[in-house]
Every structure is written in C-alpha cells, then in structure tokens.
C-alpha cells in the first residue's frame, strides 16, 4: 500500500470536500493517509449515545470507504479529551461570560493541526491537507499569507487564522482554488 510517492496527511470527515481533496491529492501522485478525528461523543442515556456531527461515526464509515476506494491508510484519531479540555471547556467558560464563542477557531490550531502535524512527522509525511475552502500563498518573504477561498459563500478561511507560519507553510487546501458546485459534481460523477 505504500509508495516511494511523497506522503501527505488528508484530515477526513467523510463529507465531499475533504473526499475530493485526497482524490486531487491522489491523482496528483501523492501517497495518501487518511485521518479521521474522533472529537466528541455525549450520552443521552446508559444505551444511547450520540456523537457530534463533525467527525460523527457516520463520517468515519464514509472516510473508510473513501480510503478503501483510493487504496490508501485510513487512521482513527481518538483526541476526544484533548478536545474537551481546549475546546469544550473554553466555549462553555467563554458562553457564561455572554460571549458567543467559536469552537472551530481553537480546535483548528490547537487539536486539529497539531496532532495532524505530529502525525504527519511521525509517518513520514512533509503536508497534511484539509477540505476547507481557504487558500495559501508564499511571500516574497517566504512567509505564508492564508488568503479567502475562491468560492466567496464557501469561505472558511475565517476559521483557520489562528494557524501558525508552521502549520501553514506544511498545509495544502486543495478545493480551495474551487467553487463548491465544481466539488459537488466531481463528487456526484465519481460516486465520493
């Protein structure tokens, strides 16, 4: 399953945008390696529980089978009480204060990327992407500017910047340079 192809970590949630992103990633020749955060789960009851609609068990089988489909790795990552300390925690602290707090902001930097990174450093791999609509360009002072996504009503780029020259200078956005319909129809033609 593994090549001498370069490696690249593809964040998957099971939805179309990061399922077209690892198969761009793919058909660009890099060796894929999907993840798939486990962030939440809460317990309605002793025999029912529920997760959260990012990264949700259903996410999880669909990320398998995308793997399966392109033939790569497909990592479960576990980082349920790292996110509930950074995350949970903060928003509930910052929603008593009356303050409307955005979970994606601290999670992206602080959970996200991070264990993406280590991961990626871990396994051998110089990138980690994701299917957010954002994009990035190098400087002439070989900084990383995070810059919009093309599709304007798909932007996502005000969740991610909180991420460091680091995280940026390693991260790829390939649906970024696409507006959303051009993901929906790859995705709808190739059955993603």
């Known amino acids: 399953m593994l090549s001498s192809k370069e490696k690249i970590i593809v964040a998957l949630s099971g939805g179309v945008d990061s399922a077209v992103s690892a198969l761009k990633l793919s058909r660009m020749g890099f060796n894929i390696i999907g993840v798939t955060f486990k962030l939440w789960e ?15 068990s259903e996410g999880i089988l669909a990320a398998q089978e995308l793997c399966r489909k392109l033939n790569c790795e497909h990592i479960i990552y576990d980082v349920s009480e790292q996110f509930f300390q950074q995350v949970v925690k903060d928003f509930l602290s910052e929603y008593k204060l009356g303050r409307t ?7 992206n930097p602080q959970i996200k990327w991070s264990h993406l990174i280590k991961l990626a450093d871990k396994l ?13 360009f190098r400087t002439y002072r070989q900084s990383f500017n995070l810059v919009r996504g ?9 969740f991610l910047y909180r991420l460091s ?15 959303k319909s051009q993901v929906q129809n790859i995705a709808k033609s190739l059955d993603l």
């Open 150 to 158: 093309a599709d304007r009503e798909k932007d996502q780029s005000y």
């Open 165 to 179: 020259q680091q995280q940026l200078a390693r991260t790829k956005f390939p649906v970024g340079n696409m507006l």
């Open 101 to 107: 707090p955005n979970p994606c902001i601290i999670c």
């Open 124 to 136: 051998g791999a110089n990138y980690v992407a994701t299917g957010h609509y954002a994009r990035t």
């Open 42 to 56: 809460f317990q309605l009851s002793p025999h029912n529980r529920r997760d959260n609609l990012c990264c949700s």
